[in-house]
Antibody, heavy 116, light 107 residues
Framework: QVHLVESGGGVVQPGGSLRLSCAAS????????MHWVRQAPGKGLDWVAF????????YYVDSVEGRFTISRDNSKNTVYLQMNSLRAEDAAVYYC?????????WGKGTTVTVSS | EIVMTQSPVILSVSPGERATLSCRAS??????LAWYQQKPGQAPRLLIH???TRAAGVPGRFSGSGSGSEFTLSISSLQSEDFAVYYC?????????FGQGTKLEIK
């Protein structure tokens, strides 16, 4: 069975930080790019960030550039999303997804709530 | 940024009938388009990539077509499990972008 399991979500105050993790099982992600995609309550899907298989190229949506950092540890089969300076509009379910280019394997998501 | 526009926002169709969903890109994306299905409380599921290639395990009643900036997802003979929200997504240019979704509901 192929699984991606996100963790690290929770409640954080505006301006705070969280680090999300995405652990893979049943598949080796070292040859794959990996994405983070988020979905605000009742809203559609928003692509957030991408990291290439070797970690050397990273891309971000403008709204998180400079605040979020995507990284990976292939030895741990895990991808991370460090989120700093969180805003109310960052509240969402955050999904990680494996990518060739399209997203063919998704985790179940972890919920981030930004509230004072 | 490439803007993806889906239509209609809500589509009401009876079981057993055919559904046709549209997705338009604000500029050409060749065939770099994927379709996803999302049911309430679940993660999205990849249905179609390369505009017309079904993902593994996707039933043959799902088909995708189009290239350039106009794309279509068709679902023939709707089954009860097909009623969900459908998203298109382009992966031709950064940032990757999704359409706003089409909710397929039972008529």
């Amino acid at each position: 069975q192929v699984h991606l399991v996100e963790s690290g979500g929770g409640v954080v105050q505006p301006g705070g930080s969280l680090r999300l993790s995405c652990a893979a099982s049943g598949l080796i992600i070292s040859d794959s790019g990996m994405h983070w995609v988020r979905q605000a309550p009742g809203k559609g899907l928003d692509w957030v960030a991408f990291i290439r298989s070797d970690g050397n190229n990273k891309y971000y949506v403008d709204s998180v550039e400079g605040r979020f950092t995507i990284s990976r540890d292939n030895s741990k089969n895990t991808v991370y999303l460090q989120m700093n300076s969180l805003r109310a509009e960052d509240a969402a379910v955050y999904y990680c997804a494996k990518s060739t280019f399209y997203m063919d394997v998704w985790g179940k998501g972890t919920t981030v709530t930004v509230s004072s | 940024e490439i803007v993806m526009t889906q239509s209609p926002v809500i589509l009401s169709v009876s079981p057993g009938e055919r559904a046709t969903l549209s997705c338009r890109a604000s500029q050409s994306i060749s065939n770099k388009l994927a379709w996803y299905q999302q049911k309430p409380g679940q993660a999205p599921r990849l249905l179609i990539h390369g505009a017309s290639t079904r993902a593994a395990g996707v039933p043959g009643r799902f088909s995708g077509s189009g290239s350039g900036s106009e794309f279509t997802l068709s679902i023939s003979s709707l089954q009860s499990e097909d009623f969900a929200v459908y998203y298109c997504q382009q992966y031709n240019n950064w940032p990757y972008t999704f359409g706003q979704g089409t909710k397929l509901e039972i008529k």
